[in-house]
């Protein structure tokens, strides 16, 4: 298939050239016009589709917008109040002009006429209209606003260490580090920090939780799990499946890890190991330094992604050239990072907090995954064709991380520290199993048991984090420091429920990665074409269409967890 990443912004042909959002008055003449608009044909029925199609792009990018720019500073009010504004005084007013427009859509004469190629659109629309809820605009509106006070409390975390400020993302770098007394130092520095904002993370959580609840109530679940597993469009697993995910990394992946440590302790030369020692480098070495800042990240991430083939470097080219691309930690910016999608612009936005570190360069090529994604899609018709699955979505960033596994010596210029990073990627590629697990699980935890205390809470948090935590790692005296540490998990507080498609993802970027060792050029082909689909096809046809199968069972995740195993 022809990659092309010199994509153009979609030419709009309904909406005004100059049309700007600033009020709902500016949108919902729109709105109402696509409503009472006769559709007497087929042809008809294609043409309102692609101009509702057009406005909802108009709509998605301007939102997206004020979410970029208020976690790339989040001590500026104005970009706070823009995107407060958004989701308080013109969202809400829009989502019943759009649940009409999909009631509209689906009661057609003509919808059945339309094609195999909608069928999976037209599956997630007709699950929205049942959930919809007019009760639960205003509540779902406060929930988007509450979740982003998550990033304004992290931002403002820093810590002194050698009488500089560092932001907690950069302060890791410390962990490192082959002095031992430094990392537990910065260990408890950071921790500290956590704990003085753990009552303020805990009232944040406590608000969105109750407010989740009564979202699941209103639409006539008894629980918020359970609307979510339909609210995300899990349509291919259920909760069985998650909670046999959950026995298997603990069955399969845990003795694993634990072997990993095993090593980490002796190449340590430790007796024991404790938490501040497993991102740690033996005396004699130093931490790796892929990168100084962000400019030469793109620049290395541009060399490595040439490697696998022109167009994925021109997609980033295409990035950097627009300025789409903020990649370097600083204080007041929102932890973590993520590929945004531009529905109109078609070039995406990375957000990361890079800080020189071999995670930073795991990131960039994760996100840069992601990215991919946004630009294979570009081309469908419709944004309902470009909104794919999170299962989908991760498999493009995770295989991405092990697609690039081969051409690091751009980063590392010497063979022994190319081999640490390998090693220490498919290291990675196996630990994050069981704390996928914990997060997952605690999830459903907290939102089968909504009345719960935060004793309670803390509690069987503690709990199910024993369950998959390695036994060779000591935690003695850290009671406190374990028991917030779920705070720290932004998913938990902006996207609930979105954390198992990491597991699944990863089992299925293991996946590419073994076919990729055997054929490399049919893998980025099926690759390529898996992506470009969007989601017009469902979760099973898009992972054959990758030349792997949709399957997080007991037996597969075995067997992928064995094949990580031999080539470390």
């Known amino acids: 298939m022809q990659l092309n990443a010199n994509i153009q912004k979609v030419e709009r042909n309904y909406i005004p050239k100059n049309f700007v959002v600033n009020t709902k008055e500016d949108v919902i003449p729109h709105f109402e016009e696509l409503l009472s608009r006769e559709l007497t044909s087929l042809n008809e029925l294609k043409q309102w589709m692609s101009d509702s199609s057009e406005l909802e792009a108009a709509l998605s990018e301007d939102v997206c917008w004020r979410q970029i720019n208020m976690t790339r500073d989040t001590e500026n009010e104005n970009y706070e109040k823009s995107f407060t504004n958004f989701m308080m005084h013109i969202e809400p007013h829009l989502k019943p002009f759009a649940h009409k427009l999909n009631e509209k859509l689906i009661a057609s004469e003509f919808v059945n006429d339309l094609g195999a190629e909608y069928d999976i659109m037209l599956r997630s629309i007709k699950n929205q209209v049942a959930l919809y809820r007019e009760e639960n605009i205003s509540l779902e509106a406060e929930i988007n606003v509450l979740a982003q006070q998550f990033g304004g409390i992290s931002g403002k975390m820093s810590v002194e260490v050698d009488g500089k400020e560092f932001t907690l993302q950069q302060a890791a770098k410390f962990l490192q580090q082959p002095n031992r007394t430094r990392r537990e130092e910065v260990y408890f520095k950071v921790a500290n920090r956590r704990a003085e904002d753990k009552e303020n993370l805990n009232d944040l959580f406590d608000t969105l939780l109750e407010k989740r609840h009564q979202v699941a109530i209103n639409a006539g679940f008894e629980n918020y799990r359970d609307y979510m ?296 082909n099926n690759y390529t074409k898996s992506l470009s689909l969007g989601y017009t096809k469902n979760l099973k046809e898009l992972y054959n269409t990758a030349g792997i199968q949709f399957d997080f069972s007991e037996n597969t995740v075995k067997e992928l967890a064995e094949f990580v195993s031999k080539r470390m």
């Not at 026995?247 to 302790?265: D, H, Q, W």
């Not at 190991?273 to 962000?294: M, R, S």
């Not at 996100?367 to 794919?388: I, N, R, V």
């Not at 991405?400 to 290291?427: I, P, S």
Request: aromatic residues 12%; negative net charge; glycine residues 6%.
């Open 229 to 524: 597993f339909k609210a995300l469009g899990r349509f291919d697993y259920g909760v069985k499946e998650c909670e046999d995910f959950h026995a298997s990394v603990k069955k399969y992946l845990l003795p694993i890890v634990e072997k990993i440590y095993t090593n980490k302790k002796d190449k340590l030369g430790l007796e024991t190991l404790k938490p501040w020692d497993l991102n740690a480098v033996p005396e004699g070495q130093q931490p790796l330094q892929p990168f100084t800042n962000g400019q030469e990240l793109t620049d290395k991430a541009i060399a490595v992604y040439d490697k696998l083939g022109p167009f994925f470097g021109n997609c980033i080219r295409k990035m950097k050239d627009i300025k789409h691309l903020d990649l370097d930690s600083r204080k007041g910016k929102a932890p973590g990072g993520y590929n945004c999608p531009l529905a109109e612009t078609g070039v995406p936005f990375i957000f990361m907090n890079a800080a020189g570190t071999a995670d930073d360069v795991i990131t960039m090529m994760h996100e840069g995954g992601h990215a991919f994604h946004s630009f294979l899609t570009h081309d469908l018709p419709l944004s309902g064709m470009k909104e794919y699955p999170m299962e989908m979505a991760e498999l493009a960033s995770m295989s991405m991380e092990l697609f690039t596994f081969e051409h690091w010596g751009v980063f590392y210029d010497n063979e022994k520290d190319l081999t640490r990073a390998q090693h220490e990627q498919l290291e990675r590629a196996l630990t994050i199993f069981p704390w996928i697990a914990t997060i997952d699980k605690f999830q459903h935890w907290i939102y089968t048991n909504p009345k719960h205390t935060r004793e309670e809470r803390t509690e069987n948090w503690i709990k199910i984090l024993n369950e998959f935590y390695p036994s060779n790692i000591d935690i003695t005296d850290l009671e406190d420091i374990r028991a917030i540490q779920w705070q720290r998990q932004l998913h938990l507080f902006e996207v609930p429920f979105y954390y198992i498609e990491y597991g699944i993802a990863q089992l299925g970027a293991i996946a590419m990665w073994k076919q990729y060792l055997a054929k490399p050029d049919e893998a980025i």
